[in-house]
């Protein structure tokens, strides 16, 4: 009974607030009438009676609200109310809603974005059963996981932590399904890689441990889901069907499941081959120890065993391998990482990054709850005399606050909904870029339920932030006063409060808001800066007017003695096309893929080991005309020459590190000896200047240069460098090489570029740094003006009165203009000095990130002060000019 | 008007169960039969009476219905409800109770002790 009635009046409280009110209207009046009855019996006339009756019954709004608080439910009732008081309110005041909702949806959209990449990238595990365990065999002293075949079977018998060490490398090769073959990726496992993950196929079945029977045993395929859907149109009688990885054949067994994209978060392969087919695609002997090719090992810790133990054991065992093999093995000590970002290598640089992005977007939220607070101080100074009316009419302060928090909590939900649905539109946006086409690579940061989650709690957290700035305000009201002077009076002494000597919350919030401005102003400039500076940088080549072309001969099947022949009638192929002045041949370039590299010793060093190496130097393979198509400057000495093949002794070209490095200096370089690992004996004939070879920031790094004859490789680059101004269209270029290199050999999957495309993959994170950061600038700037402008205006229509006055009284332009708006540009002064001074603190951060950022440089100094100050102009012209036009007459007339 | 008692806190619960318990009432005549068994020594505003009503009618002391009153007006009648009866003899024992030890209490003389 008791609990139906409660329903019964939650119910109706819920849905039929009218009828509740209009009952207790009702009521109420019927008590008033009978008192007025009775009164009236006493002889008193009836309009007189009723007056009375009112008046005895007392505050009659006050008990019908204590009365709606007694029946229940008048949470939800009263919720209702304000809501609909508030957006009544919002609707009347379009301009400042507009602006307050599409601030807060810019910051919450910043925030949802980054968070949703951080989501995507850290906080999601990996899509394989019990990802908490799986980890990547890090090497101790760098964040690297290589390691060589041999030595993976080592680690994985004598390991007693794991469930199985899974060895994985990357392959590409060319595949070819009966059309001509195209350039593709793929995984190439250890037999237990799906086993050992806990994945089951799609389609088919999965190779084993007990398909590998030694080298060459498994020619088995197992295609991506997406391979399969797209190469195959999800044709289920792929199954047995034979195609051929560069030009061998394999036997397609099975499909994966849709959601496993392999381990490493970015790089989605589109085939999974075994490893003991390694030689078919790679051409190299995979059992050789001191070939550290595997890409990563890893695997589950066993359950019951700590981290700390299993890294124990696989020490004890790279000790062995180190007693064992002294000539091949050095630095066996690991560490464990989660396999997704290739551990730390990957993990750490991306993890800074997005925290300091996250922190960044935080300040961006700040900055817009600060100006938002801002102007809702300013609407509550506006509207303190409805405020100090309906507290003389009985309200509660409570309920004007409550009214005023849902205001502001109204305004933010309906940010946070703008603001996630542009966050939604532009995360599938990204999660559909590939941003290096010559790889595999994804970002699939499309948010999930924890992102909406995340991005609610922000618009809620921010409303009830900047929902609390005028509560002081309201708590101080004094009804008496306000309706005893008029509103003008209690506005003029408030406005007087803040424009006075005192420093107001108001304007505290001014001063930190442009402050975070000025943070991400300058830290943008500062990333920008740094951009352009590392492009116009010296890279120890040239760009311009270059264009790259890469194969690998073995995708077509060439055998290691057809090889040499095949590059010499290529270059030839392409260097009869008109406009091209000359054709360099390599294994690779500086920042393309990453190729080659070995230990360095001096002549003099007889016992090869490892740790007797003087550095470790990358290999460049070159023909004789290379270093003058790439437009790199011999320092001394000669290039090679046709010479300089398998009938004559080794030389190399290095470059001026490797000489300091090795000889102390260039000139005692030139003819000088060094050994590799394999002990041979390399007499340096020239040196070249250095330059930059794995990343733009990367500091001096020692590389040799061998002719391409002397150690011959299947990986082939051509290097095309242009006559400038006349004969040859560039556009026409890359078509001409095609053709001509497919009428050498169809079957040759070749991929084509320019040199400022290669650098693509050097630049990513760079770029990725400048536009977010540039973004997040944009935004800052954007927040800064929408908040200096809502103070100048607001503090202009407010003086209006006084302005006039001094005008009246005959004061000039200028001094209308600093009274009106002096104190808003004082504030943006300060603002901006503190945000200039924290952010060139903030950018030594990205100096790792960005090449040749440095907060230290005049010209982002003058940038970040004039953009401010230009800011500061653009949010204060209306204002000023409102403040000039003041007609005295006009406004002394009002009031 | 000025010798008139101000209720001590919870109390005016109390009485209004008492009004109701000697037959059903409007909102009026409850104040009216307070006014009446008290002898019009207690303040109770007038408006201070409807939140009290509808907190009892949530609790189910009290139930109410529409209906036409002595003034041929339409008014809202309260009644005790089962539960309401038992609450009202529990609170009046426990009134009773206090008021007889306050009694005692505040008459004590110092020579007593």
């Not at chain 1, 004859?709 to 990986?715: E, K, V």
């Not at chain 1, 006055?805 to 901006?832: D, F, M, N, T």
């Not at chain 1, 090449?851 to 204002?879: E, F, H, K, N, S």
Request: glycine share 10%; with cysteine; aromatic share 8%.
């Amino acid at each position: 009974m008791r609990i139906l009635t409660s329903l019964r009046s939650l119910f109706i409280a819920i849905f039929q607030p009218s009828r509740l009110n209009g009952e207790m209207d009702e009521e109420l009046r019927s008590h008033i009438e009978h008192r007025a009855d009775d009164l009236e019996r006493a002889g008193v006339s009836r309009s007189e009676a009723e007056r009375r009756a009112r008046v005895e019954f007392g505050g009659y709004v006050k008990f019908k609200e204590e009365s709606h608080a007694a029946v229940g439910g008048n949470f939800i009732e009263i919720l209702v109310q304000d809501v609909r008081f508030s957006l009544r309110k919002l609707r009347k005041s379009p301009g400042f809603t507009i602006a307050a909702v599409l601030t807060l949806a810019l910051a919450i959209g910043a925030n949802a974005v980054v968070f949703s990449v951080m989501n995507a990238i850290i906080l999601r595990p990996l899509n394989v059963p019990h990802p908490e365990s799986l980890f990547e065999l890090q090497h101790g002293n760098e964040a690297s996981g290589y390691q060589s075949y041999p030595d993976y079977i080592d680690l994985r018998d004598r390991n007693h932590s794991f469930d199985g060490l899974i060895a994985w490398g990357a392959a590409v090769v060319g595949f070819d399904s009966g059309e001509n073959p195209v350039r593709m990726w793929g995984e190439e496992g250890s037999g237990n890689y799906f086993d050992a993950l806990g994945i089951q196929p799609y389609l088919g079945r999965f190779f084993h441990a007990s398909d590998e029977h030694g080298t060459n045993s498994a020619p088995y395929i197992v295609l991506s889901y997406s391979l399969w859907k797209n190469h195959f149109q999800g044709d289920r009688g792929v199954i047995g069907r034979v195609v051929q990885l560069s030009k061998h054949p394999f036997t397609v067994i099975g499909v994966a499941p849709p959601e496993f994209h392999g381990t490493l978060m970015f790089f989605n392969p589109d085939f999974f081959v075994p490893m003991v087919n390694h030689a078919q695609y790679a051409g190299d002997d995979m059992n050789a120890r001191g070939e550290r090719w595997v890409f990563m090992v890893m695997g589950h810790v066993k359950a019951g065993v700590t981290r700390a133990q299993a890294t124990a054991d696989l020490n004890s065992v790279g000790s062995y391998l180190e007693k064992t093999y002294p000539k091949t093995e050095h630095k066996m000590t690991f560490s464990l990482a989660p396999p997704n970002l290739y551990g730390d290598y990957l993990g750490q640089p991306v993890r800074a990054f997005l925290a300091g992005l996250m922190l960044l977007s935080g300040l961006i939220l700040l900055a817009a709850c600060a100006n938002l607070g801002g102007l809702f101080a300013a609407r509550a100074a506006d509207r303190s005399r409805e405020v100090a009316l309906r507290l003389a009419l009985g309200a509660s302060r409570r309920r004007i606050l409550r009214g005023l928090f849902t205001e502001a909590v109204l305004i933010s939900l309906a940010g946070g909904a703008v603001g996630l649905m542009g966050s939604v539109v532009l995360l599938r946006g990204l999660s559909a870029w590939q941003p290096l086409p010559r790889f595999p690579i994804h970002l699939e940061v499309n948010p999930d339920a924890k992102v909406y989650a995340v991005a609610l709690l922000l618009a809620l957290a921010s409303g009830f932030l900047f929902g609390a700035v005028p509560v002081r305000q309201v708590l101080r009201t004094n009804p008496y006063e306000v309706v005893k002077t008029g509103a003008a009076g209690m506005i003029g002494g408030r406005v007087g409060g803040i424009f006075g000597g005192r420093i107001t919350l108001r304007d505290l919030l001014l001063v930190v808001q442009i402050a975070i401005c000025g943070v991400l102003v300058t830290s943008s400039m500062v990333a920008v800066r740094g951009l352009i500076r590392s492009l116009n940088g010296n890279f120890g080549f040239e760009m311009e007017n270059t264009t790259l072309a890469d194969t690998d001969l073995s995708m077509a099947g060439y055998k290691s003695d057809q090889i040499p022949a095949m590059q010499k009638r290529m270059v030839e192929a392409v260097q009869t096309i008109p406009g091209v002045e000359s054709v360099g041949l390599s294994d690779d370039v500086p920042l393309g893929d990453g190729g080659s590299y070995s230990v360095v010793f001096t002549d003099n060093t007889t016992d090869l080991k490892p740790t007797n190496a003087a550095t470790t130097a990358n290999i460049y393979k070159i023909s004789p005309e290379f270093l003058r198509a790439s437009g790199t400057t011999l320092l001394a000495g000669r290039t090679f020459t046709g010479h300089d093949d398998q009938n004559s002794p080794r030389v190399a070209v290095v470059n001026g590190e490797f000489a300091r490095k090795i000889f102390g200096s260039v000139a005692k370089a030139m003819g000088g000896y060094f050994k590799i690992k394999d002990g041979v004996r390399i007499q340096v004939v020239g040196v070249a200047e250095d330059g930059k070879y794995g990343s733009l920031t990367e500091e001096p790094q020692p590389v040799m240069f061998f002719p391409i004859l002397q150690s011959p490789s299947s990986t082939t680059w051509l290097l095309m460098r242009a006559k400038t101004g006349l004969g040859g269209d560039p556009q026409q270029l890359p078509g001409e090489i095609r053709a001509r290199l497919r009428s050498l050999d169809a079957s040759l999957p070749v991929y084509i570029q320019t040199r400022f495309n290669a650098m693509d993959n050097v630049l990513f994170a760079p770029r990725v740094a400048t536009v977010s950061l540039g973004v997040m600038g944009v935004m800052g700037a954007m927040l800064s003006i929408t908040g200096i402008f809502g103070m100048a205006a607001y503090s202009v229509s407010k003086r209006l009165r006084e302005l006039g006055i001094r005008v009246a009284l005959g004061a000039q332009r200028r001094e209308v203009l600093q009274a009106a708006l002096g104190r808003p540009l004082k504030l943006l002064a300060w603002g901006s000095a503190g945000g200039l001074l924290l952010g060139l603190l903030a950018t030594r951060v990205l100096a790792f990130i960005v090449y040749q950022a440095t907060p230290r440089d005049p010209l982002v100094l003058a940038g970040v002060v004039l953009a401010m100050l230009l800011l500061g102009l653009l949010a204060t012209w209306i204002p000023a000019q409102r403040a000039l036009s003041v007609d005295p007459l006009i406004l002394l007339r009002e009031d | 008007m000025t010798d008139q008692a101000q209720l001590l806190p919870g109390t005016l619960d109390l009485l209004i169960l008492k009004a109701v318990s000697l037959g059903p009432l409007h909102g009026y005549g409850v104040l009216l039969r307070i006014g009446q068994i008290s002898g019009s020594a207690l303040l109770i505003e007038q408006g201070a009476l409807y939140p009290a009503l509808f907190r009892l009618v949530k609790q189910g002391l009290l139930k109410a219905s529409w209906g036409i009153s002595e003034n041929n007006r339409r008014a809202k009648f309260y009644e005790l409800t089962a539960l309401g009866r038992k609450r009202l003899r529990v609170e009046t024992e426990d009134w009773n109770r206090i008021a007889a030890v306050m009694a005692t209490v505040l008459s004590t003389q110092a020579e007593e002790i």
